[in-house]
């Protein structure tokens, strides 16, 4: 708690000193300033010493309610066992996909695509386009969440989903975007986002967010879900469900006309009830027959101009952190982890907005 500062007040008339205590800064005295009133010989001001008194007392309510928050922030965030470090396993060659099938723009270059800059409206035959890729998405998504299990490795679930897309006549999206090697995003435990499929085994306790994107008949169709791998704790089991919750609460309030910051404030104010940090870096986008396009969608509190239009279509994708919302990125430009080694949890949907609300196309 930061005091701002304490102002001494003359004596009243019926011989009581006060104190009043401003803090335009301090969470707890927030609204009106507090009084305390000291007593003191007739009119005469208090004495230094009483001063003294009081400021003891007070700083032993500061240091209270200090040790009064902590206990509440432990109760809404359990302890976590600390899992040793993720580590980087061999990744494989990328796999290939057969000349038929039609790629993105962005594949044979290593350069990353810029953020395009038109939204994604679709058309009626667009729409029903985008359907279908995002139907596929999700189907995939399903299929790859029942292959987690202790001992699998990242690399066998890269191979699998990369076979079941190119199988329904669709390129893998992440496959050759700005240099990614695989065909799909593995991020397990504090990985946030954008993990590189590997040799490394999933553990009994992992959690994994598994992120898959397809381009078929020229749209893309993307969507994400963190999956529980064998024995998981009850407080990640708790971190994993809220940010499903969040995601759901940030698809509640689109609509034709609705300003984008309203998912930023809808989604901070649940994962704030649980102690949890809403990471700032990864955003939400536009998506059809690009990749990623305007608008971005931020997930935490913001004042981002502009409202939704109907017809449009964007992901929405928030991470959750049970620590610092601060990252550090690894050499492969790629993986990217908590700094504190926390876990992190995402879940992700393609949406459209509707004149009344919004239709999650990522379903299966």
């Given at each position: 708690?930061?005091?701002?500062?304490?102002?001494?007040?003359?004596?009243?008339?019926?011989?009581?000193?006060?104190?009043?205590?401003?803090?335009?800064?301090?969470?707890?005295?927030?609204?009106?300033?507090?009084?305390?009133?000291?007593?003191?010989?007739?009119?005469?001001?208090?004495?230094?010493?009483?001063?003294?008194?009081?400021?003891?007392?007070?700083?032993?309510?500061?240091?209270a309610m200090r040790i009064k928050r902590e206990r509440e922030s432990q109760q809404l965030t359990p302890k976590v066992k600390r899992r040793p470090p993720l580590r980087r396993?061999?990744?494989?060659?990328?796999?290939?996909?057969?000349?038929?099938?039609?790629?993105?723009?962005?594949?044979?270059?290593?350069?990353?695509?810029?953020?395009?800059?038109?939204?994604?409206?679709?058309?009626?035959?667009?729409?029903?386009?985008?359907?279908?890729?995002?139907?596929?998405?999700?189907?995939?998504?399903?299929?790859?969440?029942?292959?987690?299990?202790?001992?699998?490795?990242?690399?066998?679930?890269?191979?699998?989903?990369?076979?079941?897309?190119?199988?329904?006549?669709?390129?893998?999206?992440?496959?050759?975007?700005?240099?990614?090697?695989?065909?799909?995003?593995?991020?397990?435990?504090?990985?946030?986002?954008?993990?590189?499929?590997?040799?490394?085994?999933?553990?009994?306790?992992?959690?994994?967010?598994?992120?898959?994107?397809?381009?078929?008949?020229?749209?893309?169709?993307?969507?994400?879900?963190?999956?529980?791998?064998?024995?998981?704790?009850?407080?990640?089991?708790?971190?994993?469900?809220?940010?499903?919750?969040?995601?759901?609460?940030?698809?509640?309030?689109?609509?034709?006309?609705?300003?984008?910051?309203?998912?930023?404030?809808?989604?901070?104010?649940?994962?704030?009830?649980?102690?949890?940090?809403?990471?700032?870096?990864?955003?939400?986008?536009?998506?059809?027959?690009?990749?990623?396009?305007?608008?971005?969608?931020?997930?935490?509190?913001?004042?981002?101009?502009g409202c939704m239009v109907e017809g449009q279509t964007f992901t929405i994708e928030p991470i959750l952190t049970m620590g610092s919302i601060e990252c550090k990125t690894w050499?492969?430009?790629?993986?990217?982890?908590?700094?504190?080694?926390?876990?992190?949890?995402?879940?992700?949907?393609?949406?459209?907005?509707?004149?009344?609300?919004?239709?999650?196309?990522?379903?299966?």
């Open positions: 708690m930061t005091v701002a500062g304490l102002q001494l007040s003359a004596p009243s008339a019926h011989g009581q000193g006060q104190v009043l205590l401003s803090s335009v800064k301090s969470s707890l005295f927030s609204g009106a300033p507090l009084r305390f009133s000291l007593p003191t010989s007739g009119r005469e001001p208090f004495t230094r010493k009483q001063l003294v008194v009081f400021a003891r007392r007070l700083s032993g309510l500061e240091e396993g061999r990744v494989s060659p990328e796999l290939p996909v057969p000349d038929h099938i039609p790629r993105p723009p962005y594949v044979g270059s290593s350069e990353l695509p810029e953020i395009a800059s038109e939204l994604q409206i679709p058309g009626s035959q667009g729409i029903a386009d985008m359907r279908a890729a995002c139907e596929l998405a999700a189907r995939v998504l399903d299929s790859a969440g029942k292959l987690v299990r202790p001992s699998i490795t990242t690399n066998e679930i890269d191979k699998a989903v990369h076979q079941m897309i190119i199988d329904a006549g669709a390129y893998p999206s992440p496959l050759g975007y700005g240099g990614f090697p695989k065909s799909v995003c593995t991020s397990v435990n504090e990985c946030m986002c954008h993990g590189i499929p590997d040799s490394r085994q999933l553990q009994s306790g992992d959690i994994i967010n598994i992120d898959v994107t397809v381009y078929l008949n020229g749209y893309h169709g993307d969507t994400s879900k963190t999956f529980l791998c064998g024995d998981v704790s009850d407080a990640i089991k708790q971190l994993v469900k809220v940010t499903e919750e969040c995601l759901e609460r940030g698809i509640a309030v689109c609509k034709d006309g609705a300003s984008f910051k309203k998912i930023g404030k809808r989604i901070s104010e649940h994962a704030e009830k649980y102690g949890y940090g809403v990471v700032e870096r990864f955003v939400g986008h536009g998506v059809g027959t690009v990749f990623h396009s305007e608008p971005l969608i931020l997930h935490h509190r913001n004042d981002q101009s050499p492969d430009n790629w993986t990217t982890l908590t700094a504190d080694g926390s876990p992190a949890a995402q879940f992700e949907h393609t949406i459209l907005i509707t004149r009344t609300g919004a239709e999650i196309l990522t379903i299966c």
